[in-house]
T-cell receptor, first 115, second 113 residues
């Protein structure tokens, strides 16, 4: 049973380009969470999604960032017109609906570098 | 809103010595508490969690933590550390009505010979 799969592991973008980060949850998990880890900091919650629904996006920056979790396929975190301050590790986690409050499984992350 | 404080940013310790990583939280409602470990360039792995019941929680790799409601603490302990325990450790909290985790800033455990 594969864990939470994130790709790419490393992503380099020039300022102004778009970054697309993908997350495939564990089999049977219908809840996905995205977190961002800035250098020397802990993880900060960004968004919580269920299939075709955004449940909580209180941690998402108001501009340039969006997330989706379609009926089919992985969850996508999209960052438009990236800036140097977007350089960070982005982690996805997933859980089944019944244990959403009880901790979840993280992927290995995507490390975004904006040059 | 809840918050998590990990007072020690770095903890150096010799191999086979005991270690305690401190975590304090604040919340106006009941909480669930977690410790995660992050090895270099990897994701977070759940070490242990407190949901309810016994305040002493045992996790993987010989770690344990004790929930102390009066002191709002959830310190992580291991009686004898190994070189392979060198990693970043994060304490996190969630409430029963929210699925998002609030993380502390992490404690880097550095184990040396």
């Amino acid at each position: 049973n594969a864990g939470v799969m994130q790709n790419p592991r490393h992503l380099v973008r020039r300022r102004g380009q778009e970054a697309r980060l993908r997350c495939s949850p564990m089999k049977g998990h219908s809840h996905v969470y995205w977190y961002r880890q800035l250098p020397e900091e802990g993880l900060k919650f960004m968004v919580y999604l269920q299939k075709e629904n955004i449940i909580d996006e209180s941690g998402m920056p108001k501009e340039r960032f969006s997330a989706e979790f379609p009926k089919e396929g992985p969850s996508i975190l999209r960052i438009q017109q990236v800036v140097r301050g977007d350089s960070a590790a982005y982690f996805c986690a997933s859980s089944p609906p019944s244990t959403a409050n009880y901790g979840y499984t993280f992927g290995s992350g995507t490390r975004l570098t904006v040059v | 809103a809840q918050s998590v404080t990990q007072l020690d940013s770095q903890v150096p310790v010799f191999e086979e010595a005991p270690v305690e990583l401190r975590c304090n939280y604040s919340s106006s409602v009941s909480v669930y508490l977690f410790w995660y470990v992050q090895y270099p360039n990897q994701g977070l792995q759940l070490l242990l969690k407190y949901l309810s019941g016994s305040t002493l929680v045992k996790g993987i790799n010989g770690f344990e933590a004790e929930f102390n409601k009066s002191q709002t603490s959830f310190h992580l302990r291991k009686p004898s550390v190994h070189i392979s325990d060198t990693a970043e450790y994060f304490c996190a909290v969630s409430t029963g009505t929210a699925s998002k985790l609030t993380f502390g800033t992490g404690t880097r455990l550095q184990v040396t010979l």
